[in-house]
Every structure is written in structure tokens, then in C-alpha cells.
């Protein structure tokens, strides 16, 4: 389907006007339209060089920001851990101290001892015939570190 004939000798309102862009008016720019490639070469190469600077320093400053956000959110994580284990230890320190003031008290070895299943000298051990098999620990357990 053919819109226009092929033949040379059309009538001169039916022909298409020659284009030259040398003579040919400047085009309005509409705004917000981005220039061609020819006009960005015209620009000065110093705006140019710090169009692409800026670009790059966006960039950088967009990654530190974003390392520093993880930075924070690991260092966060590990005080939250530093926090857990310091306080474990200071349980563990008042356990100690406690053990190390009672260590020379004789009723509190005597108790100890007792819980351990140990028996004096002049104590005889009575044993229930139906008691039931396995630990008959009455005594606290405490945690030693």
C-alpha cells in the first residue's frame, strides 16, 4: 500500500519541503527537556568535570552513610553482647565472694558436707527401707563458676 506514488514529477504542493538545519531556525526548548548530545558539547569542560564530581561524591557519601548505619547497627549488636557477659561475670564475682566469706565458718562446711552426702563421726545413718531410689538431695544447688 503505497501512500504517495514513487514518480518524480509530482506536482510541487504534493513534494516534501527540503530540510536544512543550517538555515533552518532554532528550535523553542520546552522546559525540563534534556539537550542533545550536541549541545551538551558545547559545554565548558570545567562544568562538565564538576557535574561528574558531584555525581561521584554523591555516591561516596551515599556508601558511607550506608556503612556507617551498619557500623552502628554491629557496634550496637556487640555492646548488647559485652553488656550480657559482664553481667554473667558479676554474678559470678558475688558467688565468689560469697563462697570465699564462708569458707572458714564451720556450720557452713558442716552444710555443705551434709549435702554432699557426707556423715559425722559420731552420727549413725538411718535409711528408710521403702524410700525411692536416686538422689535424696535436699539441699539449694548453687552455680560455682
Known amino acids: 500500500m503505497r501512500l504517495r506514488p514513487q514518480n518524480p514529477n509530482r506536482p510541487a504542493w504534493f513534494r516534501a519541503p527540503r530540510f536544512d538545519r543550517r538555515t533552518a531556525p532554532a528550535r523553542p526548548r520546552l522546559p525540563g527537556h534534556w539537550p542533545g548530545w550536541a549541545e551538551i558539547g558545547r559545554l565548558p569542560l570545567s562544568m562538565v ?3 561528574l564530581l558531584a555525581g561521584l561524591g554523591t555516591v561516596q557519601l551515599t ?3 550506608g556503612n556507617g548505619l551498619y557500623r552502628a547497627y554491629v557496634w550496637q549488636q556487640q555492646t548488647r553482647t559485652v553488656q550480657g557477659q559482664i553481667a554473667a561475670l558479676n554474678i559470678d564475682l558475688r558467688v565468689l565472694r560469697e563462697a570465699q566469706a564462708h569458707a572458714d565458718d564451720p556450720q557452713e562446711l558442716q552444710a555443705q558436707a551434709r549435702c554432699l552426702g557426707f556423715v559425722g563421726k559420731d552420727e549413725t545413718v538411718v ?3 521403702d524410700a525411692p531410689a536416686g538422689s535424696s538431695n535436699t539441699c ?5 563458676p
Request: glycine residues 0%; proline residues 0%.
Open 63 to 65: 556508601f558511607l552513610i
Open 127 to 129: 535409711v528408710a527401707q
Open 140 to 144: 539449694d544447688a548453687v552455680r560455682m
Open 49 to 51: 568535570i564538576a557535574c
